[in-house]
């Protein structure tokens, strides 16, 4: 069960191994784009070119739905990158269900826990395999596995490490399920550890200049590419995707643009960051060279 481009790695691992797929469940396909066209989420793409069983309920508590997960007798359900799933159903198999989650449990907990892992400044995030339960991220933890984060990634970088690394863990812990014949002794979640990743809004990526400048690039980085950190500027809009830390003092005030030797930079609390791509409002994704030359009368020459 899964939906983005995040779940296909770990559906192509498993249709490529012995085990047998009784179905793949995704959402319904969703109006997108100027046109509106009805577009089929990746995990449908894939599974229709694979000439997979697909299901594709609207409400998963729908009992037509749960009768046909039953019908299916599946022995296991895995999910990457789903809605959360009713009781009614993750009880359905034999060996249980189990859930990737793309933080090391019970660290961001959440909808958006890699955004969250490298606007906090972590170095190291990684993926975890467990057992649903009722409460969403809370299950037994089955298989873990870690990967650093560093300076130069961003939420998507992190994003597509971990999907590929995702479906390996997937793989091994069908194979440790399969193996054992039944529900293996996961290990319990310390509460007492856990941290938040709640689903990131709009308002939650306007950049706060008024912070050291490691945490405004923190923040920018985990936002890049999607949703995007963004901040106002003449009463417009204009997204930051990436910066470099100038480490040079900021006697400016915090949020303020300057242009200085043909590059752009923004103030934060105590030092400037080098704008290296960006995107205002109406316009495409650029690198700073291409914006400012077309755009540099909107941001004022750096004085002293």
């Known amino acids: 069960m899964g939906t983005p481009e995040?779940?296909?790695?770990?559906?192509?691992?498993?249709?490529?191994?012995?085990?047998?797929?009784?179905?793949?469940?995704?959402?319904?396909?969703?109006?997108?784009?100027?046109?509106?066209?009805?577009?089929?989420?990746?995990?449908?793409?894939?599974?229709?070119?694979?000439?997979?069983?697909?299901?594709?309920p609207q409400n998963l508590s729908e009992?037509?739905?749960?009768?046909?997960?039953?019908?299916?007798?599946?022995?296991?359900?895995?999910?990457?990158?789903?809605?959360?799933?009713?009781?009614s159903i993750f009880k359905?198999?034999?060996?249980?269900s189990f859930n990737l989650h793309a933080s090391l449990l019970p660290k961001y907990r959440g909808a958006?826990?890699?955004?969250?892992?490298i606007i906090n400044g972590e170095r190291e995030t990684g993926v975890t395999t467990f057992y649903l339960q009722e409460k969403v991220d809370t299950g037994n933890i089955i298989l873990q596995k870690s990967i650093d984060i560093n300076q130069s990634d961003s939420a998507g970088t992190i994003?597509?490490?971990?999907?590929?690394?995702?479906?390996?863990?997937?793989?091994?812990?069908?194979?440790?399920?399969?193996?054992?014949?039944?529900?293996?002794?996961?290990?319990?979640?310390?509460?007492?550890?856990?941290?938040?990743?709640?689903?990131?809004?709009?308002?939650d990526c306007r950049i706060n200049f008024n912070q050291s400048v490691d945490r405004v690039f923190d923040f920018i980085r985990g936002l890049s590419p999607y949703p995007g950190a963004f901040a106002e500027h003449n009463g417009k809009n204009?997204?930051?995707?990436s910066t470099v830390k100038s480490r040079w003092d900021s006697l400016k005030g915090p949020g303020r643009f300057f242009i200085k030797d043909e590059k752009l930079y923004v103030s934060c609390l105590n030092e400037f960051l080098e704008i290296t791509e960006l995107q205002l409002e109406g316009k495409r994704k650029m690198n700073s060279r291409e914006f400012l030359n077309g755009h540099s009368d909107m941001f004022k020459k750096f004085k002293g």
């Open 92 to 96: 359905i198999p034999e060996f249980g």
């Open 159 to 203: 994003h597509d490490k971990l999907m590929i690394i995702g479906a390996e863990v997937v793989y091994d812990t069908v194979e440790m399920i399969a193996l054992n014949k039944s529900i293996i002794s996961a290990s319990r979640q310390n509460n007492s550890e856990a941290t938040p990743a709640p689903k990131i809004f709009k308002e």
């Open 112 to 117: 958006a826990p890699i955004n969250w892992a």
């Open 238 to 241: 204009i997204k930051i995707f």
């Open 63 to 87: 009992p037509v739905f749960i009768d046909e997960i039953k019908k299916l007798e599946p022995d296991l359900i895995v999910v990457v990158a789903f809605r959360i799933l009713p009781k």
């Open 6 to 56: 995040f779940a296909v790695p770990s559906l192509k691992i498993l249709c490529n191994s012995y085990h047998k797929i009784s179905a793949v469940v995704t959402t319904p396909d969703k109006p997108k784009g100027r046109g509106l066209h009805l577009t089929a989420s990746p995990v449908k793409k894939f599974a229709v070119e694979n000439n997979l069983k697909l299901l594709q």
